[in-house]
């Protein structure tokens, strides 16, 4: 022990020894040693500190996203400028605007790229969709059978998202597939959007297919008074765009009548008046327009085989661009897959979409019911990848109770000659809809909110726009009121791997550096974290970590393997020291011991009272002869510096980004960790959770946000682990690795409830 001890003396003379020449040796040697020390801890207060930041256009990814590697080469550092921690995120920023920049192509067709790639804009129009064994319906039970299917979305108006929500947004253009109509779906064309109009000269339809290619029709035709028609024939096609019935048999009032219209020379034609939109008598055919035949979305497609039997009617459709369907690889077994362009649905809009619908049960028929999707939506539940792909897990529309209290359909206009009033109850539906997603409170209202238009059925056939009082045509990819606020209970709210803070309660805006964008959650240089109010508890592993893995990840230092430790009310903090960044070779244990406090709103003061090198006090000494540590022991970080005898911490940029914007009121020494509390901005509106939130939550409100690949405007956010009844643990840098191992659940008010919890 005595000769230890002996040995810990020698050295600490000699380090003394070093300090003392290294002061007297060149009078000014340490003096500016010093000076340039503080020179370069000056910017710790400097939100531009060094820090190479990525470089982006003006929304964002832009120009040259699909050199993203490239870029993010040219634009690191070395390891000497920037932590291994931020070129890690880098990487994969880098790699996720790979994904957000690729060019959709599957099965021989491809979409291309029209406008710059943006935080708000894939600039790419259409969308590829794949289908197959899904019974598709428009609402109720007009729609089809889709057997297999390949086809291009193609949005109204260039530059805007395909809507779901909207029908009339888009058009399907089918390259390829098949697809039946049995009796009822035949049926619902027919009876319930054809001929269901007022003044319409035929009612109570139904239509069967029979075995031997035929269709029997059966309703009543207006002659003065209602009278039974049936009528028996074929479909075939007369052009391109034409499909056409051709009565071979007629019945009126139970009475064969082919003979006598034969002997009287009388066509159908003269027996009804139909011309209509959609469909119009041209002597013993009706002649229906094959893009018309459902309500919208608009559908073009080519029949070159029409098969009837007692199934249904089976079309083949080909316009001869694909040769065969090539499913691509994320293709479900029963679903559909929508990959490229962008498409919203309430307030989510994935861009460059990549989604599969698949069903939740799939061992029962597959109904999806596109009028009625967000009734679906909110029933199933989501999944992401890492990489940004969605899959849909829907239940059967059938299945649900909306469904099963869907009452009947009103009659058409007059007007119309169709039976326009699928599109304008789904229109006026719509409208009510986005009231709700679109509504800002009256606190953060900074703009008026746009409205949306609701578009009728001619103005969709026309393709012109109608306007409606009171109302204008919205814009899908903003939304107005303030940038996001967020609203932190109870959390473990991690930067990134060891570095972050347990946040107590916490209120805060998430502000883009440049107005006008959305914040992009994948990219923490483009916003910052302006604290409005609150308190966290900085813990003193995660507090170690900040130095060990974030602040000293750079070499030469001066510093190393620090860890903290509450002792009497101060901290104390032990680890490695060299003189000078170099001298001596080998790190000489030291342990120091002092007061930490907020100096002022935005800084955190450490002065040590102790230093002890080898286990030998050494604060008197070094105080004595005027000697700071700085001098001895440089280390100037962004967001840290060592100013004479004081480490100086500027909360805004010691973690790493986004940076932290708060108003300090106090910084306390405890045994859970440094506890600092922000004074409140009374000025700044504030997140309002939902009504029996969990104990343990981030909530997201208001603005718009990227998550993933989606843009989420206006948005409702609530992030939990279920399966945690204590304290939630958030990555902001890994979120998207927590996110794809949980589920995340849409309202029908468009808010998304994400579950991070590892689902079963």
């Given at each position: ?277 959609i469909a119009r008598l041209d002597g013993d055919d ?119 209290k869907e009452g009947s359909t009103q009659i058409g ?156 009310g101060k901290l104390q903090v032990t680890g490695g ?184």
């Amino acid at each position: 022990m005595r000769a230890g001890a002996g040995a810990a003396l020698v050295t600490a003379a000699l380090l003394m020894s070093a300090c003392a020449d290294a002061s007297s040796t060149t009078g000014d040697a340490a003096s500016a040693s010093s000076t340039q020390t503080n020179a370069t801890a000056n910017a710790v207060s400097d939100n531009d500190s060094p820090r190479t930041a990525r470089s982006r256009p003006d929304e964002g990814l832009a120009a040259n996203a699909t050199n993203g590697a490239a870029v993010a080469s040219a634009d690191q550092p070395a390891s000497a400028s920037r932590p291994a921690l931020e070129l890690a995120k880098a990487k994969q920023l880098a790699a996720e605007q790979r994904v957000a920049a690729r060019v959709p192509a599957a099965s021989g067709m491809t979409e291309k790229r029209s406008r710059p790639l943006t935080l708000r804009d894939s600039g790419i129009d259409g969308s590829l969709m794949f289908a197959r064994d899904v019974d598709f319906r428009v609402t109720g039970d007009i729609g089809f059978m889709i057997h297999d299917m390949a086809a291009t979305l193609t949005p109204a108006h260039a530059g805007q998202p395909i809507v779901f929500d909207d029908p009339t947004s888009v058009t399907i253009n089918v390259h390829r597939g098949e697809v039946t109509l049995d009796s009822a779906r035949l049926t619902a064309i027919f009876d319930r959007y054809l001929f269901q109009y007022q003044g319409s000269p035929l009612r109570n339809m139904r239509v069967v297919p029979q075995d031997g290619g035929t269709l029997r029709i059966t309703g009543e035709m207006h002659r003065d008074t209602w009278v039974p028609i049936v009528l028996t024939g074929s479909l075939s096609m007369r052009n391109a765009d034409d499909l056409v019935f051709h009565a071979s048999h007629v019945e009126v009032a139970g009475v064969g009548a082919d003979k006598l219209m034969q002997a009287a020379h009388v066509k159908m034609a003269d027996l009804l008046k139909v011309d209509t939109p959609i469909a119009r008598l041209d002597g013993d055919d009706v002649v229906m327009q094959v893009a018309r035949l459902t309500p919208p979305p608009a559908l073009r497609m080519t029949i070159t085989q029409i098969d009837a039997s007692a199934a249904g009617v089976r079309f083949t459709l080909d316009d001869h661009t694909v040769q065969k369907i090539d499913w691509p690889a994320t293709m479900p077994p029963r679903g559909m897959l929508v990959q490229g362009g962008d498409v919203k649905f309430m307030r989510s809009m994935p861009m460059n979409i990549d989604m599969a619908l698949t069903p939740l049960d799939t061992n029962a028929p597959f109904v999806l019911d596109l009028y009625h999707y967000r009734e679906q939506m909110a029933a199933g539940y989501f999944t992401f990848d890492e990489a940004g792909a969605l899959d849909v897990h829907l239940p059967s529309y059938p299945m649900l109770a909306s469904a099963v209290k869907e009452g009947s359909t009103q009659i058409g206009s007059a007007r119309a000659r169709f039976n326009d009033s699928f599109i304008r109850a789904q229109q006026v539906s719509l409208a009510q809809a986005r009231l709700v997603w679109r509504h800002v409170p009256q606190t953060l209202r900074t703009a008026s909110i746009a409205r949306a238009m609701p578009v009728g059925t001619r103005a969709a056939f026309s393709g012109q726009s109608m306007a409606a009082p009171g109302a204008a045509l919205g814009d899908e990819r903003h939304s107005s009121g303030s940038a996001p606020l967020i609203h932190v209970e109870n959390v473990d709210f991690y930067v990134s791997g060891r570095v972050g803070f347990h946040v107590r309660s916490l209120d805060a805006q998430m502000v883009p550096k440049k107005p006008g964008q959305p914040v992009d959650l994948d990219d923490p240089d483009q916003y910052d974290i302006r604290i409005i109010g609150g308190e966290v508890v900085e813990p003193w592993p995660a507090m170690a970590a900040l130095f060990n893995d974030y602040l000293l990840d750079y070499e030469p230092r001066s510093l190393n393997d620090l860890q903290l430790k509450p002792v009497d009310g101060k901290l104390q903090v032990t680890g490695g020291i060299k003189l000078w960044n170099h001298f001596p070779g080998v790190w000489l244990p030291t342990t120091m011991s002092g007061t930490i406090v907020a100096r002022d709103e935005r800084h955190l003061v450490y002065e040590p009272t102790s230093v002890k090198v080898l286990g030998v006090p050494q604060a008197g000494l070094l105080r004595a002869l005027d000697i700071p540590l700085a001098s001895l022991t440089p280390f100037a970080r962004k967001g840290v510096a060592l100013k004479r005898n004081e480490l100086v911490f500027d909360q805004y940029t010691v973690f790493p980004p986004p940076v932290l914007q708060g108003r300090l009121a106090s910084a306390t020494v405890t045994d859970e960790g440094l506890v600092l509390k922000f004074k409140r901005d009374g000025s700044v509106a504030v997140a309002r959770p939902p009504a029996g939130a969990a104990k343990s939550f981030v909530w997201i409100e208001s603005g718009d946000v990227k998550m993933f690949n989606s843009l989420v405007t206006n948005g409702r956010t609530f992030i939990k682990d279920s399966s945690n009844p204590g304290v939630m643990r958030f990555d902001l840098y890994g979120y998207r690795r927590d996110v794809s191992r949980g589920t995340v659940r849409m309202g029908e008010d468009g808010g998304l409830e994400v579950d991070v919890a590892a689902r079963r």
